[in-house]
């Protein structure tokens, strides 16, 4: 490319060479340096508009999210200009689009965008925080992309070069490559708007640690508003995880770069409430609160960023039309959720057994969980209808399904092809074999996928896919659970001293905020053990006073208790207060499972969990 443009150079006149060179980039200026009020200033640059008018878009909705989410509503004053500085008609449409007249003259549009994060707890429905932003001056911008930036009618095939201005003390981590060598300006290049979305950086003071991992850099960030947790807290455990991926994939996957960003919410009245995770191909970005013992904080990440690192094989190098030519503003969904949640939901789990850091048992009881789960979600609805449809009622109440028996069709498929090829195939080699088919740039029709999976697979296959997947009937788990030597076994778990089954609440709270433990159920062993009766009213816990306004922070502290801990609560009883003292008794509790029992089947059992 040097030698030609040397050559050009040689024949043409300067005036004609800077024609040739004019850039065909859409830039983007998002200044971080000079917010106010919470708000960021964006200025967008586009190519020469042809036409006389354009649209300019913010999405209405984003790939992973499954919702209808409308960023738009965070933007406001969104102003065109020709060359003049001259403003140009601009007539909003709906939520998410502005409708920009004499578009032929326009060479740059700016907006003011504000936060989702401050009012997630005033919406009835808010974004999900890890799909949001934060806009907090000096100390955190979590710049999911697709909440600052937006695309003109047309133009989502055509590169983007986003200029972010920030204070020095600001770092920018992503898994993107900075073209600046600045401390002050991130320069980013992306090939398309999408690519550009799959992008997210988040500014902070830098806290952040890196490793390799067969071939990948890893790079872990996390803001702690209070400091309470360091990168190294939950890199050890986030290192051995990631590494294990990536042996488990083997040469399934070829990224060279991949980074966590890890926003610890400190709960307050403006802060994150939605805590999970959302996948990118090269980036995951985690919500969690700060509360959170570091210990149940790692052990909580090693389960959501092993999800979403999984998402690598799925959808990124196997994906449909609908998800390569993503319509952000009037989406057209995949019928494909059970492979692209599903399975990554399956690998999340599958890789702990094979990898040896959990055990078979511990594999069987979470499977176990999944079955019992997916028992609150309609068994007989067709999961490509689901999926196709999952923005709109009935079906996307059924989303949450793709976690539980997306991940269990998964395992039922994996099942089939171990038994099908005496052990020898699983749905690891499947998703290497679709990977080399398609990849990340070659997207499948929607209609092909269980035609074309048959057809390297076996005909028992398309079999399961007609009758469990694009059928409606109910899947007999205990029937492929017998196909690898499997059968019903009941099993003992710990459970949580306020939750009863970890779902039903044992305490509540009355007018005036207080804690007390419900008259309407059996106490647990954890308050039986410390003397704590019905209508008993709690007021601290440690020395910690709790009640409704930090209740949360109750429930997911107790999460890092162990049986014999020293614990001291302060009660309230007939209207007298006392302090009781003892060490905690965990809870357990009876829950189906499943145990190996049939050795003729140790062999292909053997090469499903560990091949």
């Excluded at 007539?91 to 700016?110: C, Q």
């Excluded at 936060?115 to 932003?133: L, R, V």
């Excluded at 092993?306 to 057209?332: G, R």
Aim: hydrophobic share 35%; net charge negative; aromatic share 10%.
């Amino acid at each position: 490319m040097n030698k030609l443009v040397c050559t050009l150079a040689l024949a043409l006149s300067l005036g004609s060479l800077a024609h040739a060179q004019k850039s065909k980039d859409i830039k983007v200026n998002i200044d971080l340096e000079n917010i106010k009020d919470d708000k960021v200033m964006v200025t967008v640059t586009p190519e020469a508009i042809k036409g006389k008018t354009t649209t300019y878009f913010i999405p209405k909705t984003v790939p992973g999210t499954y919702s209808t989410d409308n960023y738009g509503q965070f933007v406001e004053n969104l102003k065109a200009y020709d060359k003049k500085g001259k403003e140009l008609p601009v007539t909003k449409g709906d939520e998410n689009s502005w409708k920009i007249d004499n578009a032929d003259k326009l060479v740059k549009i700016t907006y003011l965008v504000n936060d989702s994060f401050d009012n997630e707890k005033e919406k009835e429905d808010p974004i999900f925080s890890p799909s949001g932003t934060n806009i907090l001056a000096g100390k955190n911008i979590l710049l999911n992309t697709h909440g600052f930036v937006g695309y003109f009618d047309g133009l989502t095939e055509t590169p983007y070069t986003v200029t972010v201005t920030h204070p020095a003390e600001l770092w920018g981590a992503t898994s993107m490559t900075d073209l600046n060598q600045s401390n002050t300006v991130d320069e980013f290049k992306t090939s398309r708007y999408l690519e550009l979305t799959e992008h997210p950086v988040m500014y902070a003071k830098p806290d952040y640690t890196t490793f390799t991992a067969e071939g990948m850099d890893i790079i872990i960030a996390v803001y702690s508003p209070n400091g309470k947790v360091k990168a190294a807290d939950v890199t050890p455990m986030l290192e051995k995880t990631m590494r294990a991926q990536k042996k488990f994939l083997g040469n399934i996957n070829n990224n060279k770069k991949y980074a966590v960003l890890i926003y610890l919410s400190g709960m307050d009245k403006e802060d994150a409430t939605g805590f999970g995770a959302l996948e990118h191909p090269t980036c995951t970005t985690v919500v969690m609160p700060e509360v959170m013992e570091k210990d149940q904080l790692a052990e909580q990440l090693k389960d959501i960023v092993s999800h979403e690192f999984f998402h690598i094989v799925t959808p990124l190098s196997v994906h449909s039309k609908e998800i390569q030519y993503f319509d952000f503003n009037n989406p057209k969904m995949s019928e494909h959720l059970w492979m692209y949640e599903g399975i990554t939901e399956y690998f999340a789990n599958l890789f702990q057994v094979n990898q040896g850091l959990v055990t078979e048992e511990e594999f069987y009881t979470r499977m176990a969980e999944k079955i019992e789960h997916a028992k609150e979600f309609d068994d007989t609805m067709p999961f490509t209808v689901m999926s196709k449809n999952v923005l709109e009622a009935p079906y996307k109440d059924q989303y949450r399904n793709v976690y539980e028996k997306g991940a269990l069709i998964a395992m039922c498929l994996d099942i089939t092809l171990r038994e099908q090829s005496n052990g020898q195939r699983g749905i690891l080699s499947l998703m290497g074999e679709l990977s080399r088919t398609y990849g990340n740039d070659k997207p499948f029709d929607d209609a092909e996928l269980f035609d074309k999976i048959t057809s390297i697979t076996y005909p028992a296959v398309g079999e399961f896919f007609k009758t469990y997947v694009s059928g409606n009937t109910p899947i007999k788990y205990q029937d492929f659970f017998a196909k690898m030597g499997v059968t019903p076994a009941m099993s003992t778990k710990t459970g949580n001293p306020f939750l009863k089954n970890m779902q039903e609440p044992l305490i509540g709270v009355d007018q005036t905020k207080v804690i007390f433990v419900r008259p309407d159920l059996e106490p647990n062993a954890f308050f039986t053990t410390l003397g704590i009766k019905k209508g008993d009213k709690l007021l601290a816990i440690n020395d910690k006073a709790y009640n409704l306004d930090n209740i949360y922070d109750l429930i997911t502290e107790s999460l890092a208790w162990k049986e014999g801990d020293a614990i001291s609560v302060k009660i309230s009883r007939d209207g007298k207060e006392q302090v009781v003292k003892g060490k905690v008794k965990l809870p357990t509790e009876e829950v189906s499972g499943w145990k190996a029992t049939d050795a003729s089947k140790a062999t292909v059992r053997n090469a499903w969990l560990k091949g």
